[in-house]
Nanobody, 115 residues
Framework: QVQLVESGGGLVQPGGSLRLSCVAS????????MGWYRQTAGKERELVAT???????NYLDSVKGRFTISRDNANNTVHLQMNSLKPEDTAVYYC?????????WGQGTQVTVSS
């Protein structure tokens, strides 16, 4: 059983920055993909950024150049550095871990961008 522990969410002003972190523990299968998805009221959950165990990355078009994802494979930890935040980035952000065996999700952490 995999556990995902998230941290770093909160309230920030437009133009500010936040750094999200997620630590996975338990039985981790490789190869895998770790990353972040987000969801707002009335919308489907969307991919924000992912990074595979072979270091391939993928980003939502609207966050390219502003967000950076990275991971520490030894510690099964993923980070999302979010800069130049906009009100449109407000959402619940979910950490994810996907492998051929399991698809796991964190509980979600609220990110609010407002003045």
């Amino acid at each position: 059983q995999v556990q995902l522990v998230e941290s770093g969410g909160g309230l920030v002003q437009p133009g500010g920055s936040l750094r999200l972190s997620c630590v996975a523990s338990g039985l981790i299968f490789r190869p895998n993909v770790m990353g972040w998805y987000r969801q707002t009221a009335g919308k489907e959950r969307e991919l924000v950024a992912t990074v595979s165990s072979s270091s391939n990355t993928n980003y939502l078009d609207s966050v390219k150049g502003r967000f950076t994802i990275s991971r520490d494979n030894a510690n099964n930890t993923v980070h999302l550095q979010m800069n130049s935040l906009k009100p449109e980035d407000t959402a619940v952000y979910y950490c994810s871990l996907r492998s051929y065996m399991y698809n796991d999700w964190g509980q979600g952490t609220q990110v609010t961008v407002s003045s």
